[in-house]
């Protein structure tokens, strides 16, 4: 089993930026990918940002040139870096991993981009 803890969601205004955290902990062997999406109220859950065990990344158009996934091996953690934020990055933003072939989500982390 691994579980999966996500912090640095929150308030932030237009053209700011945020970090979001995943922690992983558990049976980690084999990490398959490391994802980010966010689900905004009333519509689908969607991709955000994915990197591969072989570390190549990639992005939803909407956020291309303004968000960074990135991973600490060490610490079993994988970042979200995100700049120029606009209204319409407001959602839950989740986790996931998929190791061993089994996929992971995180709880969920509220970020809100409001004047």
């Known amino acids: 089993q691994v579980q999966l803890v996500e912090s640095g969601g929150g308030l932030v205004q237009p053209g700011g930026s945020l970090r979001l955290s995943c922690a992983a902990s558990?049976?980690?062997?084999?990490?398959?990918?490391m994802g980010w999406y966010r689900q905004a109220p009333g519509k689908q859950r969607e991709p955000v940002a994915a990197i591969t065990g072989g570390g190549s990344r990639n992005y939803a158009d909407s956020v291309k040139g303004r968000f960074t996934i990135s991973r600490d091996n060490a610490k079993n953690t994988v970042y979200l870096q995100m700049n120029s934020l606009k209204p319409e990055d407001t959602a839950v933003y989740y986790c996931?991993?998929?190791?061993?072939?089994?996929?992971?989500w995180g709880q969920g982390t509220q970020v809100t981009v409001s004047s």
């Open positions: 996931r991993w998929v190791v061993d072939n089994r996929s992971y």
């Open positions: 558990g049976s980690i062997f084999s990490v398959n990918s």
